[in-house]
Every structure is written in C-alpha cells, then in structure tokens.
DNA sequence: CCGTGTGAAACGTTTCACAGCT
DNA sequence: AGCTGTGAAACGTTTCACACGG
C-alpha cells in the first residue's frame, strides 16, 4: 500500500517496533514513577524481557534520543515514545456491546490514562440501556452513528458477540472510524484504509495447548522444567 | 533452545503458522455447520483474511491432506488441525482473577467448546469467593496449589490487577504448571520451559493510535478511504 | 571505558510461480 | 482443467559485533 509515499518525511518505523514501543513506554513510566532519572539499553530491555540491541534499534528509529556512555534520559524517552505512539493527542473511543467483556474495558485503568478517553458504551439490549458502568451512562446502539460524530470517536471497540460483530463494524466504517478494535471472534472484513486489530482469547488458548502438547510429546513428565538460566 | 532435539520426529512447525491454525480451525468448522464438504485454499484463504499461498504453505506443514484439482475436505481437515493444536485432548484450566474480565473469560463460550475445561476460578477478595460465575463456585486464591494439583491443570488464566500478576504466576509454576495466559499489564518473569502468552488491551490501543496518527499526518481529512479494492 | 547507534549477517516469514497429481 | 504442494526469491525482523562519542 501506499506505493511512492508523497511526504519527505516518511520515518517508516517498523510494524514489529510499533507493537513494542508501548511496553517499553509502560517499563518507562514504572521507573519514572520511582524517580529513575536515567536508563540503560541492557536495564530497560532486561525489565521488559527483549534483546538489548533490539532495544536499542527500536529506539534509533524514533531518533537518537541516548546518550553515549551513560543511556537514556527516562523522562525525555516517556515523551519521545509517547509523541510516536500519538498519545500526546487525546482519541475518542467508543465501546460496542457492554457484557462483562465491555465492562472490564470501561474499567479498566489503563485507558483512561494515557491518551484514551472513554466517549461512549454503547448495547442493544435495552435492559442494559441506562445503566452506568465506570461513570458513563450506557446508551442505545440505534445512536452509533450520532455518537461518532458528535463525540468525534476515532477508535471503535467491538466487544459484542460474533454474530453482530461484523454489523457493528460497517456502521463504525460508514460513519467514518477507520480504526477498530475487535474481542469478537471473527474476521472483520473492512475496506483498504481501515485498521482492524483483533484480540482473541480462545486462539491464545490454542497457541498454549499447542506448545503444552509438545512438551507433553518428548519426556512424559507433566510439569517440567528445562534446567537452563533465564537469558530471555 | 533444545539444541540438538533428540526425538526423530520434529515437524517444527514455524510459530507464524501455529498462531494461524485456530482461525482456519473456526473457518472450517463455520464451513461444517453450514454443510460444505470441501473447501478450496483460495476460498478458505478469502474468508480468514490470508494469502491463499500462505494457507497452503500453512498447512502443508501438517502433511498433504488436500486433494489437487479439488481442495480440502473439511471434516478431516479440521479433525487434522485441532489434532495438531492439540485440542483432541482435554485441558485444564483455571483462571485467577474474579472481575469483570475474569467474568467474561469464565462466561466465554469458546472456551467450554473445544478441548478447553474451565476447572477452577480463584480469587483473593472474599466478598468474591463462593459466587457463582458460570455454574463454578469461585474459590479462595490460598488453595491455588491445591487446586492445580487436584484438577491437574496445565493452562493457568491470570485475570489479577498487575499488581497481584507475578506472584500468582510464581505460584503457578511453582505449582508445576507450565503455560500461563497472562491479561494483566506486566512483563511476568518465569523459568525457561515456561510459556507465558500475553493480551493486553491497552498495547492494541496504543497501537491503533500510531497508526491513526500517521493516517491524519499527510492529508488532514479524518475518515479517508484508499480508493482500492478489497484483495486483502 | 562504557553504552549508544548501526552496518552487516543470520534468521524467519511471505509471496511468487509453476511442477505435478487427480 | 483445476488446485495442491513446494522450491526459490523477496521481504521483514533479529542478532551480532564494533565503530563512535560522551
């Protein structure tokens, strides 16, 4: 996509260095709220369990934001990595179908915080309709599209079940949120411009089964330790 | 790891595709309640969203189990996936952790489906211990040892605030438990031969803020469609 | 002298293109 | 004739090893 890029500025930081960036951002903010003022590549890579020189070529890809002999200025590197993540600017989001898996993302601590504000939750069933869930009053799902462009939601949270996923989806795409977060379990079909991530708790549980069959393979002890250091 | 693998056998199958595997899974089984005996890699490909060389690649790692100029035949291919993913065989979890998200895991219904038995559901608040979530009574998180020895469970669900997170997970390879599932907001450290998969809500959001950031950044229209087809 | 920043090598994954079987 | 199975090329990611600067 996206052929010849347009803009001079094209910094094309890899999609495998995105997806870290925000755990190397939570390791970060621990230190810093413990009054670390300076880091090293071994030390912050050692707290956030990747290889030291992956760390350090994530981080050159933001710029060069160390210094030599000594590492890394914590805070200066919270708002290096924050400004790249874009949680410098607030984004709206909406959460569709309020279960318990909605609840647990309305409640949970971590949005609000840094960079996401909960706008809108949004269920079809109207015995849900009207209650309040961490401070927000549950509105009706006929109000989606209402909703995304009086509170300008840029992000759209599917948490319904599988069989409305997909409808969900489209009314967020047609009214004009092109990115998508999905708990449902299915694959999302969107047009070429739309972000679709996808959080599946069952094919997380599969991928262990899997490795937990392989162990079981060799050796038929069940709980089994290689006796070998922890290099991460 | 495993330097030199001592067992003939070793299919090794690369992690890509195992992380895959549970998607055609679904596919497939979609197909067989819907009654389609047979099932082409291009057609399969189209509804899980992948490259149809990619899917064919994917599972000839399993073995040749299609058929040329005809496709796959879905009953026996999904028979052949679950096999590897190791889902033929029962395993037992238990989930640590009583909120919301852990409400939601519990009430999850494709863990109950397919080779996943919900075996114990702890929690450390006592207000919480003895409700009933999902037809399971919630037990006190101080017979954790106990319950993974007498409901043999090899899949520990880590549900818990992060604070919390580390200890349960020590308790649980301590345990000899050796695959963990962790949904708290922290790094856990564990023994090598231990497998910890994570999903963090938050990490997905931070990731669809960069790249709705880097989609406002050239053109400044908020809800812009590539004008492309959909070849996914 | 220590730790960052980075070419270059090694490794893993995806995609192409087509040979080969039904 | 059609679709699988797969070498080989292209691409992306990780790791090594060391030059360079504070």
Redesign the pocket.
Known sequence: MTPSTPHPRDRGI????VARLPVYLRSLQSLHERGTPTV???ALAASTG?????L??D??YLG?????????DVEYLIYQVSRELGLTQGWSVAIVGIGNLGRALANYGGFGTRGFRIAALLDADTSVVGDRVAGISVGHIDTLEDVVAAERISIGVVATPASTAQSVCDRFVESGVTSVLNFAPVVLNVPTGVEVRKVDLSIELQILAFHEQRKADGHLSPGWIEPQDDTS
């Open positions: 890899p999609e495998a260095t090293s590549s071994d990747v290889n030291p020189a992956k350090r070529k981080l050159s060069s934001y160390g210094t030599r002999g000594v590492g890394y």
